[in-house]
Every structure is written in structure tokens, then in C-alpha cells.
């Protein structure tokens, strides 16, 4: 209890206000929810955002580097955020995380051959019942 109370009064001091962002991932299910303090930078979200997604175990494989992504906002339009611009200067609190174009996806291949051969056993099961 004390420890949330020094926390607090850090963030009371410090004059930063904490938001609840929503990140959608481009070609991942949904979407990772969390707070940050309004003067952190993109980067900084960029890569706590990554480090939720692996942690969770999602789909497809991302990687940890920050540089390799973009975040948009869906009111900028097509503009990437600058990695050093304070996050709470937008006014949003969705965003859009997007792979860089040209960047290694060894970590996709890796899920499209376990997927193939999930789907390949699903479809070898089904096939046998319907001609039984």
C-alpha cells in the first residue's frame, strides 16, 4: 500500500498524466491495451508495445526492434509518428503499429509452417470422417 502511494505522489510531482492507449497491430487479432505517462515518447511506446505482444504469446512473430515499426494515428492520416515526439501530444489514444517495409519476417515463416501443418492434419481428420 505504501509503495502505490509513493508511486502516485511520483506522478502527482512529476505534473505527466497517465492514459490508457489502445494499439492494433497490423495482422494480429486484436488489439494491446495499456498506460503510459502523456510525456513518453513514441519510441519508448513503440517498444513497450512490443514487449506486451511477445509476452502474450500473439501471432505473427514481431521482433523487439522499435526502429523497425511505424505508429500511426488514424486521425494523421498517412504519416508516420516521429520516434521522439511525446505521445500525449496527439490527443488520440488509438493507435496503429505497422512493420516497416523490407524488414526480415523469418519469424513469419516460422508460423506459416507450424500453421501449415496444423492445417493440413485438421484437413487430413475431416477428410477421412466425410468419406466414412
Known amino acids: 500500500m505504501l509503495a502505490f502511494k509513493q508511486k502516485k505522489d511520483q506522478v502527482r510531482k512529476s505534473g505527466g498524466k497517465r492514459i490508457l492507449i489502445k494499439i492494433n497491430v497490423v495482422?494480429?487479432?486484436?488489439?494491446?491495451?495499456?498506460?503510459?505517462?502523456?510525456?513518453?515518447?513514441?519510441a519508448a511506446v513503440i517498444e513497450t508495445a512490443l514487449k506486451s505482444y511477445a509476452r502474450e504469446d500473439r501471432l505473427p512473430v514481431l521482433g523487439t526492434k522499435f526502429s523497425d515499426f511505424f505508429l500511426y494515428t488514424p486521425v494523421a492520416g498517412t504519416e508516420a509518428l516521429g520516434p521522439w515526439e511525446m505521445i500525449g501530444t496527439f490527443g488520440v489514444r488509438n493507435f496503429m503499429l505497422w512493420k516497416k517495409p523490407g524488414q526480415s519476417e523469418g519469424g513469419a515463416e516460422i508460423t506459416r509452417k507450424r500453421s501449415g501443418r496444423w492445417k493440413s492434419w485438421l484437413s487430413r481428420s475431416l477428410s477421412l470422417k466425410a468419406n466414412q
Open 27 to 42: 495482422g494480429s487479432s486484436g488489439p494491446i491495451r495499456f498506460v503510459v505517462n502523456e510525456e513518453e515518447v513514441v
